[in-house]
């Protein structure tokens, strides 16, 4: 089993639409999360902190669910432009500074 | 300017030969990693330093070496590049007592 899992899509909704994106953990010591954009063969790029007592910044919320290990990502009103690939990040109590990322989950919006 | 940069952005090469990537970053960053990345796979981390007399491996460290030149400088050097290290290689910096990462905008490698 991968330390870090994520549903590859791909996910393809209209715009407007709300969608959601999960993602387990195995490691139930980790310490820190995160969610990554990536465009199209570019560089990853932070999107998100993931705090246990929940993020949300603008249309995007973050939350992690400790006991089931996994963190979601919650697009709402979803835009042309959020089409992308999210990736999670997932850093363990024991190798700080090193985080394991999983494969990513496409999302494409659609006119 | 870019925070991490990478040169070169595109290589060409031919299996059995030495190459280097380079990378750097103006963001007083201890951490520096590079990674690669294959189509449809998430990021797969080679090495990683923590300070310039650092090193480790990562889980993917076979066929690759790294340098820390300096603070700011991490270079990554395939001996003897083989076709399977066709991929998308990324540097990345963290630091600052926090976790998140700054990634170069890649390097796209193909070994024929």
């Known amino acids: 089993r991968k330390e870090v899992e994520q549903d590859p899509g791909p996910f393809n909704v209209p715009e407007g639409a709300t969608v959601a994106f999960n993602c387990t953990y195995s490691?139930?010591?980790?310490?820190?999360f995160f969610w990554y954009r990536q465009d199209c063969r570019k560089e990853p790029k932070l999107l998100m902190s993931?705090?246990?007592s929940g993020n949300e910044d603008g249309r995007f919320t973050a939350q992690l669910n400790r006991a089931s290990q996994y963190i979601s990502l919650l697009i709402r009103d979803s835009k042309l432009s959020d089409s992308a690939t999210y990736l999670c990040?997932?850093?363990?109590?024991?190798?700080?500074?090193?985080?394991?990322f999983g494969d990513g989950t496409t999302l494409t919006v659609k006119p | 300017d870019a925070d991490v940069t990478q040169t070169p952005r595109n290589r060409i090469t031919k299996t059995g030969k030495r190459i280097m990537l380079e990378c750097s970053q103006t963001k007083g960053h201890d951490r520096m990693y590079w990674y690669r990345q294959d189509p449809g796979l998430g990021l797969r981390l080679i090495y990683y330093?923590?300070?310039?007399?650092?090193?480790n491996k990562g889980e993917i460290s076979d066929g690759y070496s790294v340098s820390r030149q300096a603070q700011a400088k991490f270079s990554l050097s395939l001996e003897s590049a083989i076709p399977n290290q066709t991929a998308l290689y990324f540097c990345a910096s963290g630091g600052g007592g926090v976790e998140t990462q700054y990634f170069g905008p890649g390097t796209r490698l193909l070994v024929l």
């Open positions: 993931v705090y246990s």
């Open positions: 330093s923590f300070d310039v007399k650092d090193i």
């Open positions: 490691n139930s010591a980790s310490q820190s």
């Open positions: 990040a997932v850093v363990g109590n024991t190798n700080a500074g090193k985080s394991t």
